[in-house]
């Protein structure tokens, strides 16, 4: 796996990616490929970028006023930031579940399905189906399938995000960001969801910004390190947690800064 | 400073009780609103007893006692509401000092007979005459039903040619209207061709009122053949000195006799005289009557005005909130809404009279009713319920915008995200998340901005209320809806009765009345706010949040 690093195995190319919010620069010339079906973990102290990072690969940045992006960043050789490339169209691509768990106040099924019926499927069936086959790949569907017409609230923290994955698994996109996603559960959920994480990489490119690091040991094959908006190092998980190729690298895993 | 008083001003218990204090002033005050606004319509609609009074100077009358006071002089003194207009030269009510009193009694066959004209007349039954079976010795009770028996049969005969006179008197005026329009057009068509049609359509109209003319004069005279007729059947009643009187059944409307009457009775007769006034229409210049139209107009113009502001409310708070850019524009559109919100009704009214009426009510006239102008005919230009409604609308604008920006506010910023990032647009992501979510806010607000519109009154007399409207804004003629229609609104009617009146004692238990059904209108409105904004929170509850 360390060797093919051909524009097969690497669903997602950066190059030189300059990032401003207004006139503060985020990001200085990242360049890092992501391969696909694998877990990328993204880690570094606070407010090196990370999540600005994360936000490029969906243009959730968008929705920023004033943010600016520069240099070249594609998704299977398409250019994210193209002026012809559909947002929307991106977006079914590359899901996202973010650090606070976020369900609709609609019931389970409709959560689910959510991403669907935007997208203009109306078949009975085939929501039905996505909806079962999301909360079985979320880990969920044991828990809720009796209940999936009542109301996402009355699910506790832990099973909200596995809710927030499975309605981001069920427009079956190619990649799935998450931004800390453990941040605000507790240890058992957190199991749970990087037990799932495990289960998802290989059908799903997972990115995912920890800044746990066992965490990132556990469930990542490979590791990014960012550090003041610049990308430090990037590796194989273990070798890079083993044998750190840089000072900022090791002096974070040891815990001396961050 | 004793140090207990010291410590009571440190721990500011002082303020506890103050604040206290205020809000046990404030519940006060809408109790004492409460309580007199309830015990006075309770007072118009619930039977009570009538008392006969024999006075020392050897006089004797009929009445209800109403309130109780201590004269200038330092007497107690009793007002009584006397009716028999006529009779008392006008008055309806009466001072009586306590000390002239020689005796009081309610007598069960005590009569109290409400009339079409000249208010009430409080007397004995004495006897029936001109009828089938015409009785000398009937009880207060049998003489009701005959009298309910007289009126069914009245107006079963004089109903339809009553109905006919009405559609006559419409079709002459829109008769008239063909008439004016024909003759405008033909003085002014182009080709010689068009002026001969016009002057034939003239021609017909001309015809159709000398039709309409002499077909009113036949319904006119029927009608009054059998008014002659039922004329003749009359009671003949005695006031409490034994005067007696007689009216023809026709101009009673209804007669109890309070004083022989039991519970159930008097229950009964409660929930008869609420629907009355709730379904009947008013009459001598509203100071008797019911309240029909009035309590109809009001209803009509708060949907109208619904319908027009909710939509544009919302939208442009949706707007504000969700589009439109942070800058100067729109800071200064949302400073400029919140002024608007505190702008005095009556100036909206000069709005409303300049803009919407004298503008856009005369262009309408201007444009597809010239002649009408001409002849100095006001369909659109003369006020009526779409402007009032228009005016409301516009007042309670700024209201709605206010709620409807705060409502979204509410809504967490992750959640649109969390819309967004699946792929959903912007517009979506607000149809069918940020929206309903915020769905309670904006309906609560709404509701109360529509509670208070339902009782401003100062814009809807300059823009299309009336003391006295001969239509209804809603009826049973095609297009059913009259939006250029004048109309009769509770508020107004409370103004009209209250202060415009002939007879403002007369009228009063009615106004009070009237403010109750207004004040429950109001509460019925803001109720059902609350009990939609519980609703909407359970669905869109944000718990774990
Ligand atoms: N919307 C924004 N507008 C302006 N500056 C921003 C915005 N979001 C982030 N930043 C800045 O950009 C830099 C990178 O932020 P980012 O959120 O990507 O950091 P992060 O690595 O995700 O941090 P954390 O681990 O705390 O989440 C920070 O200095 C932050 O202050
Ligand atoms: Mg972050």
Known sequence: MENGDGPDTLIVEAENLDFHYGEKQALFGIGVGIRRGLATAFIGPSGCGKSTFLRCLNRMNDLVDGARVTGRLTLDGEDVNSPELDVIELRRRVGMVFQKPNPFPKSIYENVVYGLRIAGVRDRERLDAACERSLRRAALWEEVKDRLRESAMGLSGGQ??????????????????????CSALDPRSTTKIEELITELKGDYTIVIVTHNMQQAARVSDRTVFFYEGKLMEEGETRRLFTSPGRRETEDYLTGRFG | MAPAAKRKRADGRIWVWLSGASLLLILAMMAII?????????????????????????????????????????????RYKVGNREINSGADFRWIYEQDVVKRNHPQEALVVNRMENGDFYGFLKR??????????????????????????WNSLAEPPRRRLAALGDAWQENHLAFLKAEYEMRRALTPDAAEMWKANLERSIEREEAVKTESERAMSLFNAIRDEFQAETAVFATADGTEISFPLSALADVSSPNDMGWTAKAWRFAVNVWNILSQYPREANTDGGLFPALL??????????????????????????????????RSARVAVNNLAGVPSIVYGIFGLGFFVYGMGGSIDRLLYPERVAAGISTYGGGGIIWSSLTLGLLTLPVVIVATEEALATVPSEIRHGSLALGATRFQTLCRVVLPMASPGILTGFILAMARAAGEVAPLMLTGAVKSAHSLPLDGEWPFVHVERKFMHLGFHIYDMGFQSPNVEASKPLVYLTALILLILVFVLNFAAIGLRKRMREKYAMRGF
């Open chain 1, 160 to 181: 909200h995000q596995r809710l927030c994955i499975a309605r981001a698994v069920a427009v079956r996109p190619e990649i799935i960001l998450m931004d800390e996603p």
């Open chain 2, 34 to 78: 409460g309580f007199l606004v309830c015990a006075n319509s309770f007072q118009v609609l619930w039977p009570s007893r009538l008392d006969l009074v024999a006075l020392a100077d050897g006089s004797v009358f009929l009445g209800f006692p109403m309130n109780g006071d201590i004269s200038p002089e330092g007497l107690p003194r009793t």
């Open chain 2, 128 to 153: 029936r005459t001109g009828g089938r079976n015409e009785s000398a010795t009937e009880s207060p009770e049998e003489f009701r039903e005959s009298l309910v028996d007289f009126q069914r049969r």
């Open chain 2, 297 to 330: 107009g009001t209803v009509a113009l708060v949907f109208l005005m619904a319908v027009t502001s909710f939509p544009l409310g919302v939208a442009a708070g949706v707007y504000l909130r969700e589009y439109a850019r942070d800058g100067i524009l729109s």
